[in-house]
Every structure is written in C-alpha cells, then in structure tokens.
C-alpha cells in the first residue's frame, strides 16, 4: 500500500466500515465545528465583498471610470463584474483554509482520493459545452443578427473568460464543499449527511441568488441539488466545477454575443424567468442522471478512510463492534499519470479492524498532501 496517500480510497460499489462518502467525510467531530465552520464562511465572505466593492468603486471613480451608480439600475461596469468574480473565487482558498483549521487537513475538499482529478474535471468541461450551447441555442441564434454589442462587449468577455471559472469554483467548494460536509457532519449516517448538506447547501445556493422570480429559485435550486447528487456520486467537486464553469461561461459569453447588456442578465425580478426555464431544469436533472449512470459503470471512487487529524476522538476508523470487516479485496488508489481519475488496484493482504487503523494513523503521521493540489 503506498503510505505517501492520506487518504485510503476502497470500492465504491458499497461503503464498508472506516469509509466516508464526501458529504459525510466531517462527520463525528463535535457540532460546534460546523457551526463555527459555517461562521466563518459567511463572514469572510462578507469581508471580502465588502473590500473588493469599495475598492473597484474607488478605483473608479478616482480614474473617472464609470462607477454604474446614476447610469441606470441595470448598469454594471466590467470593473464592477470583475470584483463580484473575484468575492465569489475568494471562496476557494476561504473554504480548503477553514477546513484545515477546524478540521485538520484540507485536501479531501477536493475529493476524497486528497487531490484535484483534473482528467475528470476537463472530460466532463469538453463533453458538457455543446450541451450547454444547444440549451442556449436562442440566444446563440440572435447573436448572428445582433447590431452594435455595445463599447464594453470586449471587456466583459476578457473578465468572464479570467475570472467566471474561478468564480464558478469558488461556489462549488463553499456551497457543494464546505457547507454540505458542515451540515453533514451534524448525523451520523452518511445518507442523512448527503440529504441533510445537499438540501441545506442547494436552499442557501438558491437564496444567494436573489432571485425574485418562482422559475428562477426553482432553475437555482435545481441545478445545486444536481450539483450535489453530482459530487456525491464522483466523490469530489471536479464534475460539478467543470459543469457550473460551462454553464456560466456560455450563459454570460452567449448573452454579450446577442447583444444583450451584463444588468439585463443579472435581473432577477418577478416576472422575468417563465415556461422557458423547464429546459435548463431538465438539463440539470438529466446530466445529474447522466453522471450517475456513468459512475456505476466506471467504479468512480467516491469513498475514503478519513485521515486521522478527521476522525473524532470518541471513534476509530474501524468500529471493533462492527459487523463488517475490510475484505481481501479492499482497494488502494494508483494515479494515472495523465491526471485520470484514480482507477483502484486490488490488495492481496488480509487486512482487518485494526490493520485499518494502523494505516489510518500512519497516512496522518506521513502523508502529505500529494503534488499538484491546492494547499488550503
């Protein structure tokens, strides 16, 4: 077995005793963590919107930029969007950093084999965007005829194409990461983890929006809840980043294609979503199917012991009072070296409730986080 892993991923075809599916990977620590975990997110958050909005409104006006203020209520200025990108790409070294303080590691953030599966994260980015511009297709079409894109078409493009999908990501790793494994890790059974995380994190994804508009919280809502049943089944954020990074970008790139002003894609009121959303609802529904599908046929990894510096003092990796046992066939990682997903290699050893343990206590001892990830 190699010991340089922190985390020991096994198959994912039933989650034997030691393993955690990603949802549940906090749970067992005491509640307050979460809730201090949730705190911290959320007021960082805060700090950053705060800082980076005043700085871009500074900024602009002390270079007579226009600040978007007095131009309409629908005007935003790329200066403007560019800060709002970057508040919400905070959330990713925001979210690794507090996990790694509460909870003593941070690299299953990322999934639970400890480390960005970049493969998983670009096939699944290549595969969804001809999806994502047949469901934007109208708006593709209109492009053709439009006339004049107005004199910040470039800028908002440059701004989407730097800093959409490290906004996109930053969603992912707070809201499908940090606050789904928080809420989860208040139960003990990893369903009521997945359930309880998923629902939570998808409500507050859906509030964050601020829409005031029925279609609109049910497109929202729909598309966190695929984006959880998503991470749950990959094991990791990968496919969801890759999914919402393609939404996003061909949502906005289409949008300033056809014309249409930053604001008018922003509004959320009353009134402005209808019948029509039924289709990126129903595309959200299906490539979440599509990916679960997907998952079983491929053995993804979606389970892992947790590391030591995890697991709550009160229990062990392996309960000695359980039922079952690691098998003969329990299954260690092997990394692809083309940054493919993990594809697990079988172990010939014996091993049992405390060779569990053991490996657990050693992977936390020795393993550092593996090359290539992000350090939190």
Known sequence: MNENHSLQTKNPEGVRAGEREYAGFLAGRPWWRGAVAIALLVGGWVIVTVGLSVGALAFSTLLGLPTGFGEGPSRITPLMFLAVNLTWAALIPLSLGIQRLLYGEAASLHSVVG????GLLVRVALVLVPVYLLVNATGVLEGFGAGDRGRDAGAFLLVCLLTTPLQAAGEEYAFRGLLTRAVGGWFRGGRAALIAGGLVSSLVFMV????????????????????????????????????????????????????????????????????????????????????????????????AVPPRSVLSPRSDAVSPHSAESPRSDALSPRSDADGADDVPAPRTAEADPGDVEARSDAAAAGGGVPSGERQG
Do not use: C, K
């Open 208 to 303: 964050a929006h601020g829409a005031g508009d029925a279609w609109l919280n049910a497109h929202y809502l729909s598309f966190g809840l695929a984006l959880t049943v998503i991470a749950w089944r990959t094991g990791g954020l990968e496919a969801g980043v890759a999914m919402h990074v393609v939404n996003n970008m061909v949502a906005l790139g289409v949008g300033v294609w056809a014309g249409q002003d930053l604001g008018q894609m922003a509004n959320r009121q009353a009134g402005v979503g209808g019948p029509f959303m039924l289709l990126p609802i129903a595309s959200s529904i299906v490539i979440a199917a599509v990916v679960w599908w997907w998952t079983a046929r491929h053995r993804t990894p979606r389970s």
């Open 115 to 118: 480390r960005v599966r970049w």
